[in-house]
């Protein structure tokens, strides 16, 4: 069964606070989906564990929904009891909805990690609410992706803040007894006067501002924008124009993974952004779509387990992350999810054996062409010093200029 993660965050006018005044997270100016960062991006001292002693009998997790599931609703889905019973450290679960809740709970000190997706992780970090991992400590750390490793939504100048979960790219979907010819771009759900207006879907959330402006990148070059989460206001401005035009040829904005599924099944939309795991489902209802991950690539996720900096029971943390981070629990978890395992051996442990190929688990190329959600800031995440950019409280403004 795949599941699907909740709405990414509705309404996160506060997501640039605490982020504003951390300086610069941009390093070189590589403009591919898995750019690192570093440069002027200071951090706050926060010591980093360098040895691992006795369990403390308990743990505190946040997680996304179905990240830490105990077989109390469905007892064969249980990733949580074998871990209680290998290490003795009761696990304590709350789940939360939003990315934005997620980081409000982590500032209580109530828990000790969590499970964080690139438009939180950088917050954590630049607040001080999360300490730098060290992987030596986990060992299964040593089989996640390297493509995952490192990345701009995980770490600062080299350093891990924490483990990589899981992952996935938006992906560009269509009805094929309506969309006669199968599209390559973008463009398809952008362009003006679509034959398809009043079919199209969109994500409904100040994030999908980054699929206008990656659709920019590559359709107005003189723009310049490298990096779809580093947007002067000049180039905000003109990805609000295409999302304005677009608005009149949308006929549903989706969060609920659910009700998108169904409109794509009633042939209410036709065409628009979506999940693999969307996919799968209207496949075995019979739906006649299809899905790709178009030329100039897309948005997507990918998640991080991350320590509290001020952890009590920071011995059981690193038990969670790297029992969570092992093959059979990665294989069940996302699986059961619908994303792309992070460790590379959990494709073979799978029960689709097929699972990993849909999700282009092992396809480092495929990865390489996602932008994956990461918070825009006001010091620019491309590397320019000689403009500010826009940061999410802005996004979220421009948002609700764009749907009236």
């Not at 723009?223 to 990805?239: F, R, S, T, V």
């Not at 029992?323 to 629990?329: E, W, Y």
Request: net charge negative.
């Amino acid at each position: 069964m795949n599941m699907r993660r909740w709405s990414l965050m509705a309404g996160v006018c506060a997501l640039a606070l605490g982020m504003s005044a951390c300086g610069d997270s941009g390093d070189d100016g590589d403009s591919d989906g898995s750019t690192a960062q570093g440069g002027d991006f200071t951090v706050p001292d926060v010591p980093m564990k360098d040895s691992l002693g006795d369990m403390e009998g308990e743990v505190n997790i946040l997680a996304w929904p179905y990240y830490a599931e105990d077989g109390s609703a469905d007892k064969s889905v249980d990733w949580v009891t074998p871990f209680e019973k290998e290490t003795g450290c009761q696990a304590n679960v709350k789940y939360f909805g939003t990315s934005d809740e997620a980081v409000n709970l982590m500032k209580t000190g109530d828990w000790d990690v969590v499970s964080a997706s690139g438009d939180a992780s950088l917050r954590l970090i630049a607040a001080g609410d999360v300490a730098p991992v060290n992987t030596d400590l986990v060992p299964n750390y040593a089989d996640i992706q390297d493509f995952l490793k490192d990345r701009d939504w995980n770490s600062v100048d080299g350093q891990m803040y924490g483990i990589p979960h899981g992952w996935g790219a938006n992906l560009l979907m269509w009805r094929t007894d309506v969309v006669k010819e199968a599209p390559t771009s973008w463009s398809s759900v952008f362009e003006a006067d679509s034959p398809y207006a009043g079919e199209i879907t969109a994500y409904d959330s100040p994030i999908y501002i980054a699929d206008a402006a990656l659709y920019l990148m590559n359709t107005q070059p003189d723009l310049g924008i490298e990096n779809p989460y580093a947007l002067d206001e000049d180039q905000l401005q003109a990805a609000i124009e295409v999302l304005k035009t677009q608005r009149d040829q949308v006929g549903e904005y989706w969060s609920d993974y659910l009700k998108h599924i169904q409109s794509f099944k009633t042939g209410d939309s036709v065409i628009g952004t979506t999940w693999q795991s969307n996919v799968n489902a209207l496949v075995a209802e019979k739906a006649p779509v299809k899905a790709i991950l178009p030329d100039e690539g897309s948005t997507g996720w990918s998640d991080t387990w991350m320590v509290a900096s001020d952890s009590p029971h920071s011995n059981c943390a690193y038990a969670w992350m790297n029992h969570i981070a092992s093959a059979k629990i990665q294989a069940q978890v996302t699986e059961y999810y619908g994303e792309a395992p992070a460790n590379a051996e959990a494709c073979k442990l799978t029960v689709d054996k097929g699972f990993c190929d849909t999700y282009h688990a092992d396809d480092a190329a495929y990865a390489d062409k996602i932008w994956y959600w990461t918070t825009p800031i006001e010091e620019c995440l491309d590397g320019r010093t000689d403009v500010k950019c826009t940061d999410y409280g802005r996004w979220t403004q421009a948002w609700t200029e764009v749907k009236g």
